[in-house]
């Protein structure tokens, strides 16, 4: 089951999954991370890491970047 991280963007929605970077090991938590958002890239905060069932691993996006 591959690991996921929960990112809060500074906009009004709840935190959002994304899988970690490909070329990071991951985030930690409260660590800054670069993610794709609509048409551009965001920085947020990860918030929290757990492991999601393969079929959800699928489905996510990729962060970009783990920032520090």
Same mark, same amino acid.
């Given at each position: 089951?591959?690991?996921? #991280? ?21 985030? %930690?938590?409260?660590? &800054? ?8 890239? &965001? #920085? ?5 890491? &757990?492991?999601?069932?393969?079929? %959800?691993?699928? *489905?996510? &996006? ?5 920032? *520090?």
């Amino acid at each position: 089951m591959p690991n996921a #991280i929960d990112v809060l963007l500074p906009l009004p929605l709840a935190a959002l999954t994304y899988l970690p970077p490909p070329q990071d090991a991951g985030p %930690r938590v409260g660590q &800054r991370v670069v993610v794709p958002w609509q048409a551009g890239v &965001r #920085i947020g905060v990860a918030v929290d890491v &757990r492991m999601v069932d393969a079929g %959800r691993g699928v *489905e996510l &996006r990729h962060a970009l970047h783990a920032l *520090e």
